[in-house]
């Protein structure tokens, strides 16, 4: 069971995809990225009041926090199966 801030599902083995630090105003944003897959269950969200879910080639039509940009263009980099 991965158990994140954000969300709670379970996943097979997650694998590492980024980890950027990002400077704003208010702090400094630690933000760690996993490739997973879902396999059981719905994601709970507990900060965030909703979940959208994306194809790959619409991933860039969302207004990114610039903290999720080095992510998102990773993942674009990545075939998704």
Same mark, same amino acid.
């Given at each position: 069971?991965t158990r994140g801030r954000f969300l709670r599902?379970?996943?097979?083995? /997650? #694998?590492?995809?980024?980890? /950027?630090?990002?400077?704003?105003?208010?702090?400094? *944003?630690?933000?760690?990225?996993?490739?997973?897959?879902l396999v059981e269950g719905n994601p709970v969200?507990?900060?965030? *009041? #909703?979940?959208?879910?994306?194809?790959?080639?619409?991933?860039?039509?969302?207004?990114?926090?610039?903290?999720?940009?080095?992510?998102?263009?990773?993942?674009?980099?990545? /075939?998704?199966?």
């Amino acid at each position: 069971m991965t158990r994140g801030r954000f969300l709670r599902f379970q996943t097979q083995e /997650p #694998s590492p995809c980024l980890h /950027p630090v990002y400077e704003y105003d208010f702090g400094i *944003v630690h933000l760690t990225t996993y490739y997973c897959k879902l396999v059981e269950g719905n994601p709970v969200l507990s900060e965030h *009041v #909703s979940i959208k879910w994306l194809a790959p080639d619409e991933l860039k039509s969302l207004d990114w926090a610039p903290a999720d940009i080095p992510a998102i263009e990773k993942l674009l980099m990545k /075939p998704f199966k």
